[in-house]
Structures are given as C-alpha cells and as structure tokens.
C-alpha cells in the first residue's frame, strides 16, 4: 500500500559496551523538572500574581514585592508535595503522573494563596485613623488669637 508520506526514520540507538542489547541514544526523564523549569513556574507565578490577570481582577494584584517570595513559596511547596507523592519516576508514565500532581498543587496553592491574602484585606480593614483626612476637630479647638 503505498502512500504520499515518507516511512518514520527508525529510532537512533547506541551500541551497549557489552555489544548485547540496544539502549536508545536519547533518553529524558519529566520527573523531577530541571531547576530551569521550576524558575519558570516561579516567573510565571509572578506575573500571575502581580500583573493584569482575571485573578488581580477579582482578588486584587499583590505587590511586586510580595509577589515573588509568595510564588517561591507557592512553587516549592508544590514541589514538595508532589515529590514526597510521587517519589522518584521509574517509568515515563509515573513522572506524567507526578507533573501532573505537581501542576495541580501549583494552581490549588496559588488560589488559596490569593484568596487568603483577599479574605485578610477584607477582614482587616484600615483604621479610622487612617481614613479619616487631617483632623479638623483639633484645628477648630485652638482658639485663634
């Protein structure tokens, strides 16, 4: 049966040293994610966090001061929630599975971050001293002279 599309290249291996059994040339691990990508779910956190999102929106942006110590803390416990769960990957399946958790437990950390940190705004709001302008009580009690 012949068809328009060129037959797949055959998979590159590299010869085992006891000349035996065939390992693949390439191999990559999902499993734990090299420290390259947890910065970049760090970097993106902040930008979540900080910048004009749906979630700033609703909740109200955090500072840029707070925002990045906040997604490391997001990120690293995340982290260690899905490695302490998953463990170390022996099959690519089991690192899928353990991205995957590690995904999930980003983006539950950050809401409840946010929330958190919307629900104490809320509760605590700014004091009468601080709301209120320059006291005039005191100006007009002073007799003029």
Known sequence: MATDEPA??????APSPAGGDHSPAFSFSIWPPTQRTRDAVVRRLVDTLAGDTILCKRYGAVPAADADPAARAI?????DAAA???GVAATVEEGIEALQFYSKEVSRRLLEFIKSRSADAKADPPSEEAQAPAAPEAEAAEPAA
């Open 8 to 13: 797949p290249a055959p998979a590159a291996v």
């Open 75 to 79: 990120e690293a416990e995340a982290f």
């Open 84 to 86: 302490a769960t998953g």
